[in-house]
């Protein structure tokens, strides 16, 4: 009997790969962020209060969390591109779904669902596209993935909006069945596993599921998800004020430290942190999740500004955010073309000191700044982001062995995931101190032994006058009046503070540059001579 030989496939254009699998990761990024500007019409339809929708984007960052670190695990078991394919699958099935819901139960269970299929998305895509691109061309390949990651929170509200003005809130999920079935099909056509990662992964697959790491997966996905339930809702119950939050904390980092022990000694680990070892990997890693960090702290707190501060509806606001999307757009293909030309270490540093000096910009920031104002700082902010992304990404897993990328990859993601969460959590609890403080600050401010004080409440007082009332009357009502302008006052230097804090500790990761030193010229990611099918 002739022994079965394996036809190689012609080479597929890179180019198509790389479309094929953006399209998922895409949609997955945008879909983090999308869902936030619908919240109130979906609570009025599921009949839901406001602390109960939170959880339908707890739900979907929980599951994400919990997939992306098992990212290679999962790989080695089935193949990147089914596991690709099968995450897709299970994210536009979800996203059907949270479109039919009717009731807060069901439509957090398939937000789950979803979050579960967007998990593995981006690892692997990230892990995809460094095997398919030649070592010259990784910073191109990392620019794509950076578009696609950094872009769709940018754009995901204003979106949201738009469709949520427009059709119904429904369509912000069913809008991705088109998209994502397209890049299904585009994926079932173009993307081919290397073979030579293919063997490396059914060898190691085999070991696996000879000895499946089940005690890791179960101390990962406890700890995981208790982490990221104390972020996510930690800042509603007051943090350590709350029994519920800091058993989960402290459980959290119980199953962490167990995870940990496990992996170091399991002889088939489910996750390879092992990773961690290399340097370069390690801080460029640490630097990606403080930038998620300070991104999605901004992604929370210009809307907010813009809105209750300065008057926007949530459109405009929308519309004044979308030039960072822009400008990311137009630079980020500019640094993977010079990335193999420039130290990443000074892109990097560049990256920093333009997101320090739009933070800069911010802080200055008052009640009579307008869209251009804005726009502007913001801009600013896009440029840096730009510079961060691409490097980091290429940089972190240069020295990756290429069998192991998905690993690194899922690692990765996570941390930038954990990252935002984090900006997030400390952001929105910092507001709300720095708001009573700075209150507390103003009102001491406002004694009626200072002429000026009285002048302001005297006038405040005639115009009300002027308007009809009398004077008992015109007077409470300026004392209203002027409690609100301290309010907005306070709120403004509470934001302003907090503008100026991102920009401070984004400096505290430029030490970890001295660590981000390469050989770009013998990434083992190199393309594969030739590929095949899964």
Not at 4 to 33: E, Q
Not at 106 to 129: C, D, H, K, M, N
Request: positive net charge; hydrophobic residues 55%.
């Amino acid at each position: 009997m002739q022994p079965v030989v394996a036809v190689a496939r012609p080479k597929v254009n890179k180019w198509l790969v790389t479309v094929s699998v953006t399209f998922g990761t895409l949609m997955g990024a945008i879909d983090a962020s999308i869902v936030n500007v619908a919240l109130p019409h979906i609570r009025g339809a599921v009949g839901a209060t406001v602390q109960e929708i939170t959880w339908i984007s707890t739900a979907f960052a929980l599951s994400t969390v919990l997939v992306m670190p098992l990212t290679g695990f999962l790989g080695r078991l089935f193949g990147q591109k089914r596991v690709y394919m099968l995450c897709l699958c299970l994210f536009l099935l979800g996203s059907a779904l949270c479109g039919t819901a009717r009731s807060l139960f069901s439509l957090v269970i398939y937000r789950a669902l979803q979050g579960f299929g967007a998990g593995a998305l981006q690892p692997t895509e990230q892990a995809i596209l460094r095997q398919t691109f030649e070592p010259k061309e990784q910073g191109m390949a990392m620019a794509v993935f950076s578009l696609a990651v950094m872009v769709g929170p940018a754009i995901g509200p204003t979106l949201g909006g738009y469709i949520v003005d427009t059709w119904s809130w429904q369509w912000i999920f069913y809008i991705n069945l088109p998209v994502g079935i397209l890049g299904l099909l585009m994926v079932m056509s173009f993307v081919h596993e290397d073979p030579e990662i293919l063997a490396k992964n059914r060898e190691l697959g085999a070991a696996q599921r000879s000895n499946i790491d089940w005690q890791g997966i179960a101390l990962l996905s406890v700890g995981l998800a208790s982490i990221q339930y104390f972020l996510e809702e930690g800042a509603r119950d007051d943090w350590f004020d709350s029994r519920l939050i800091t058993a989960t904390f402290c459980l959290a980092i119980v199953a962490l430290v167990a995870f940990v022990m496990r992996e170091l000694s399991c002889a088939a680990p489910a996750v390879n942190i092992r990773l961690f070892k290399d340097r370069v990997f390690l801080s460029g890693t640490l630097i990606g999740a403080v930038m998620f960090a300070m991104l999605m702290a901004n992604v929370f707190l210009l809307p907010i500004f813009m809105q209750e501060l300065l008057g926007f509806d949530a459109m405009q606001a929308g519309v004044a955010l979308m030039p960072r999307a822009v400008v990311m757009m137009l630079v980020t293909p500019i640094i993977g073309r010079i990335y193999n030309h420039v130290s990443p270490r000074l892109i990097i540093g560049v990256g920093v000191l333009f997101f320090c000096y739009g933070a800069y910009a911010m802080s200055h920031m008052t009640l009579q700044s307008g869209r251009a104002d804005v726009t502007a700082t913001i801009a600013i902010q896009g440029i840096g982001f730009a510079c961060l992304f691409v490097p980091l990404t290429t940089t972190a897993l240069a020295s990756i062995p290429r069998h192991l990328l998905s690993d690194a990859a899922g690692l990765n993601s996570l941390f930038r995931q954990v990252g935002g969460s984090i900006g997030l959590a400390v952001f929105a609890t910092l507001l709300g101190q720095y708001t009573v403080h700075a209150r507390a600050s103003v009102s001491a401010q406002l004694v009626t032994t200072r002429p000026e004080v009285l002048a302001r409440l005297a006038q405040m007082q005639h115009g009300f006058v002027n308007r009809g009332m009398d004077a008992y009357a015109a007077h409470s009502q300026a004392l209203r009046a002027l409690s609100g302008l301290v309010a907005r006052e306070a709120s403004t230097l509470a934001f302003e503070r907090l503008f100026l804090l991102a920009g401070i500790a984004f400096l505290v990761v430029l030490p970890l540059l001295l660590f981000l030193k390469v050989a770009r010229t013998a990434s083992p990611a190199s393309v594969p001579t030739q590929h095949a099918d899964l």
